[in-house]
């Protein structure tokens, strides 16, 4: 790759890579690009580097590079002092990147490369990329907040399965059955909180890494969501609490059914537990379909109560959205997404006919490529 020279139209100082039937402007790079000649003067400053150091590109063309950027550590040493790239070791080829402060504190990312005629010969060019630390610092927040969450969370559980353990360790004769049962029991229950918790954990990572496996089998899912409503039955909920309507005939299905069943029990337990009224799971061939058969199967599950409000719809599936009523880890919904994700399909938020929340979700047929 060359470096060619500017056309007129570009502002002084603008460097454009690359052949002239595929000039590229470095005004349209993404990230900031400084370049300095052999004497250390600055001749290439594009729009990024203009908005990421607040330094007008006329204030920077032409003059010293340890002007315009006055760059230092987080202990506070001079940068271009400290690496010294135009009269240091002539092997260097350049700085790998790095947290460094801009004038006012500002926290910059910089890596630098050593452009040189010959391996150990001067310094022709400096280049030296910028950027933001805004996407890192939303990813370490996030981060800290999934400890906070996942510490909190499983404070309690364990607390509880240690507390009993040990209390029926230590005095395991003066319990009664009943009592003895009662405690096993809340263990139990506690055990299988953390273990969700873990699942989840794991679900986020394999999320967040692009690594989710996705096993396709023929999955009915109307029967999937009887056997989710029977599941909110058995457990104490009035059967009439519940309307399922399946449009058939719905097209061959070819998903994962344990992930099936975390997104039919996501959206369920989230309608019955925040949402009000009688919670209804509509399940039909894709609108998009039309008169092919197969093109997949959407799902809808809505309430009737209070719904979520507009400014909050673009947050329901990010990471430790919760709704108005406490409670849970606020990660399901984000894990939901992605599962959906996986298998092709898309989700969405809105409002129910009945005013509550309504989640939508549409998964195409998916047939592995061996059965095609």
Known sequence: MTVGTSRPAQPQGTYLWGPETSWVD?????????????????????????????????????RPLERVLPLEDLKGRRWWTLTDPYGGLATRVGQPERNLLLPGGREVLVSARYVRDAPTGPLRRLVVSLRGTEARRRSERS??????????????PLTSVKGFTATLLAKWERFTDDQKRLMLETVDADAGRVTRLIAELLDISRIDSGRLEVRRQPVDLGAAVRRHVDAHVAAGQAPDRFRVDVTGPLPDLWADPDKMDQVLG???????????????????????????????????????????PEESMGRVFTRFWRGSKRGGTGLGLYIVKGIVEAHGGTITVGRGPGGGAEFRFTLPVGTPAHLL
């Open 26 to 62: 470095p005004d349209e790079l993404p990230d900031g690009l400084v370049v300095a000649d052999e004497q250390g003067l600055v001749v290439c400053f594009n729009a990024a580097a203009v908005r990421i150091t607040t330094v007008a590109r006329a204030d920077a063309i032409g």
């Open 143 to 156: 981060n800290a907040e999934l400890i906070a969450t996942v510490a909190h969370e499983l404070r309690s």
């Open 266 to 308: 996501n959206l369920l337990e989230n309608a019955v537990r925040h949402g009000e009224g009688t919670v209804t799971i509509d399940v039909a061939p894709s609108p998009s379909a039309g008169e092919q058969s197969g093109s997949g199967t959407v799902v809808t599950v809505s309430d009737e109560g209070p719904g979520i």
